[in-house]
């Protein structure tokens, strides 16, 4: 919504016109559109706002609001009730379209330049009022405090006057950010993405691997005594004999099964071994599968010895009563990696079966760089896990990282005696081998990498001499990622000050934990993957594996975080106390991690604050910009003076609803002027006597304005890019509210926003997983997510 200028006409009986100062058309109003300044002076005196200069917003073309020029409209958030058992993602993205076809000054080109003031370019200072509408968080690094557990606590940082130093770069990048999405711009800096990305299987794929090991540059496989099915699946007992390794509350063997000198077998042994054939039994008694269970076992050439006697039944597990049968193979270690686990795995090869030599399959060059991809993809995944010291994923209680997540490098490349699962198909005259996994229940990986699926005209500019700068390029400078080249941009933001003098909420007494921030998943398909380059969300309900699937598929675009809409009032208030568990208007305090048994949590998952900056501060700052177009200044312009209740989001913990402030351009302290103008002004040795004539706000918006209707077709609002960015800075209208996914009405100390994803994805007939997809943020209505994910 703009905001236009006009005049104010009142008559001799009171009534109010509206003069329009761009095409002087004149319309009734009533009082109750005016500011509260204005109708108290028209209940006093109504002729005294006649032929008075005002600003004004249109609604459906009719005048909505009227304030005064330079000021500010003063609605603030209003509080609302929402549901407990609905909510929104709190990120969500701005859909970033092809631009190939994009000219003009939204499309690519060389930059103009800083050597002189262009002639129709638009150089001087903006003035700009920040407010904050929720708290700020400005993390002082350098002061930070770590305790032994690696909980690390933050002042705010300050500046000489002890006030809130607020960086020039962080609005910078604020800013940057907003004008990417609403100039539809190059990305400026792109994560490679350039490898595939891995996603958990569902757990009965793992029937259909067979065990394989790497032998001559080629693939052994070892289905043991079964032979493979068309699907994969085995023809018999499972392909691999289970070796008892482990208890039930312990990640460490149990040394029931190990070789004569009473040493453990391990991974990669050739071992020889006595196996008896045991069936899996369901609770009402069914046979659901048969394995062959180790009984007995000495490295490969020692001496084995006669067989063990037969065993008894084992609860669910029973020996069919055979004969015990002498194999030899290789002892597959995986590490107790889930709670629960028992067994490992020996992987043989029945001679009576296959003659003397196991299957052989090619090893092709895609089979080896698919494992790399996938092996890299686990490693990365943990990464930060595996820095942090943790010996185990955090959601389990009895189990150690997989050996893939563990053994570095080298466990990326396939080399000779290499053991793993092949994802096999038997084609009738030979075997087809499509993947190799490292773990039966794996993760598998999707078909694309992220970046091909990024039109060209999306990617950071690469060309040297600047003919491929966006116009975020342009305005905000550009640094070749893959080379030389670079742009310092056409703007400058300095004199950030904060104007209020009780900016601070100070808990230094007692440091706020606040709550575990997210990392990015990009492998959740359903919410980074589009069903095409145009944002829009991929089919709700289809399968894992149709994410990331084709390369005519596209990303949802730029990541943003909505504005928390509605919070009630007090919200923000008495932080210290635990109040995650009471609930105002539906809304909790999730910004807080919640206590466990009374005690605080903080940890290395966490952080903790002594202070933020308090809602309602004020700084101000101004922009320096050169030799702008006035499309270039208007997609600027735009962003300072967005409609009411819209809010840019900056600083820290934006995920928990930090960071949401309101930008006001202070026209009374702003000066652009076109480069001809400057010109006269630094020919004359009189400038007081140069006429200046102020910047028309409005109109340089609507040149933005119109320049993306032409280019994107649509009304102004209804640009997708626009549509959604908007939706943003305002926030969801509807009953849900803005947290991290989670099955349960309240918030929990243990956190757990994994299970919301689980129950997502839930297979099987009793109440499988709706399979939901990230709403559309251009939507005019995004829908929201229940907590409950199953049908």
Request: hydrophobic share 30%.
């Amino acid at each position: 919504m703009s905001v236009l200028k006009g005049e104010l006409r009142v008559n001799n009986r009171g009534n109010i016109q509206l003069r329009f100062q761009d095409d002087n058309r004149r319309q009734g109003i009533g009082d109750q559109i005016l500011t509260k300044s204005f109708y108290e002076t028209y209940q006093e005196n109504p002729q005294a706002l006649d032929r008075l200069e005002v600003e004004f917003e249109l609604d459906n073309n009719q005048p909505c609001r009227v304030r005064e020029v330079g000021g500010v409209f003063q609605d603030t958030p209003k509080p609302k009730t929402v549901n407990p058992k609905v909510f929104h993602n709190p990120y969500n993205f701005v859909p970033a379209l092809p631009r190939n076809n994009i000219t003009g000054e939204l499309g690519d080109r060389k930059p103009i330049g800083h050597g002189r003031y262009h002639a129709n370019h638009w150089t001087g200072r903006i003035a700009v009022k920040l407010t904050t509408i929720t708290p700020l968080l400005i993390p002082d690094a350098a002061e930070m405090e770590e305790d032994a557990q690696g909980h690390k606590t933050f002042p705010t940082r300050l500046d000489a006057q002890g006030k809130p130093y607020l960086p020039p770069t962080s609005l910078r990048g604020m800013l940057r950010s907003a004008y990417e999405a609403v100039t539809n711009s190059r990305l400026s800096v792109l994560d490679p993405h350039d490898m595939r990305l891995a996603y958990r299987m569902p757990a009965q794929l793992g029937l259909q691997m067979v065990p394989a090991r790497v032998e001559n540059n080629e693939l052994k496989l070892y289905p043991g005594t079964s032979g493979i099915g068309s699907d994969g699946r085995p023809e018999g007992p499972m392909y691999a004999a289970w070796l008892s390794f482990y208890n039930y509350n312990s990640t460490k063997p149990h040394r029931k099964i190990t070789y004569p000198d009473r040493s453990l077998p391990q991974h990669g042994d050739h071992v020889s071994f006595w196996a008896e054939k045991f069936e899996r039994f369901s609770h009402n008694g069914n046979a659901i599968f048969s394995y062959w269970k180790v009984r007995k076992i000495v490295k490969f050439g020692d001496n084995l010895g006669s067989a063990p006697n037969r065993s008894s039944d084992q609860g669910a597990h029973k020996p069919v009563g055979q004969e015990l049968r002498q194999f030899s193979g290789f002892v597959y270690i995986t590490n107790k990696n889930i709670d629960g686990k028992h067994d490992e795995r020996v992987f043989f090869r029945d001679n009576e079966l296959s003659d003397d030599e196991p299957i052989s399959h090619s090893l092709s060059n895609d089979l080896r760089t698919k494992w790399k991809e996938l092996i890299t993809n686990y490693q990365e995944i943990h990464k930060e896990d595996l820095r942090k010291g943790w010996t185990s994923p955090p959601a389990l209680n009895n189990s150690c990282w997989s050996r893939q997540v563990i053994s570095g490098a080298a466990e990326r490349q396939l080399s000779e005696g290499s053991l793993c699962y092949a994802k096999t198909r038997n084609k009738g005259r030979g075997y087809q081998v499509d993947e190799l996994y490292p773990v039966m229940i794996t993760r598998g990986l999707f078909n694309q990498a992220p970046i091909t699926l990024l039109h060209e005209s999306l990617k950071p500019a690469t060309q040297a001499d600047k003919s491929q700068l966006s116009p975020a390029d342009r305005v905000f400078g550009w640094v070749n990622q893959k080379g030389k080249g670079s742009y310092k941009g056409q703007l400058r933001i300095h004199s950030v000050t904060c104007q209020s003098d009780d900016p601070l909420d100070d808990f230094s007494r007692t440091p706020i934990p606040l709550a575990i921030l997210g990392q990015p998943k990009p492998q959740q398909a359903r919410f980074y993957n589009a069903q095409d380059r145009q944002g829009t969300p991929l089919n709700q309900g289809g399968s894992k594996d149709s994410g990331y699937r084709s390369s005519n598929q596209g990303l949802r675009g730029r990541k943003v975080y909505p504005h928390h809409q509605g919070l009630p009032n007090g919200h923000w208030d008495n932080p210290q106390q635990d109040n995650t568990q009471r609930a105002t208007q539906g809304h909790y305090p999730e910004y807080r991690r919640p206590q466990q048994n009374g005690v605080e949590q903080k940890d290395d998952q966490n952080r903790s604050m002594k202070s933020w900056v308090k809602v309602g501060t004020e700084f101000t700052f101004d922009i320096d910009v050169v030799n702008l177009s006035e499309v270039e200044l208007g997609g600027l312009l735009y962003l300072l003076t967005l409609p009411d209740i819209h809010f840019h989001r900056l600083g820290g913990g934006k995920p928990l609803g930090f960071g949401s402030v309101r930008l006001d351009l202070i026209e009374s302290d702003t000066d652009l002027r076109p480069g001809q103008d400057w010109s006269e002004f630094y020919q004359t040795l009189l400038p007081d006597e140069v006429v200046v004539k102020p910047i028309n706000v409005s109109q340089c918006v609507k040149t933005y304005q119109n320049a993306v209707e032409a280019a994107y077709g649509g009304d102004f609002e209804t640009v997708r890019f626009i549509a959604a960015f908007c939706r943003s800075a305002k926030g969801f209208d509807d009953n849900a509210a803005v947290r991290y996914p989670r099955i349960t009405p309240q918030p929990t100390p243990e956190g757990e926003a994994f299970k919301w994803f689980v129950e997502n994805e839930r297979e099987g007939n009793n109440e499988p997983g709706m399979k939901l997809v990230l709403p559309d943020l251009a939507d005019p209505a995004p829908a929201s997510f229940p907590i409950q994910p199953t049908t």
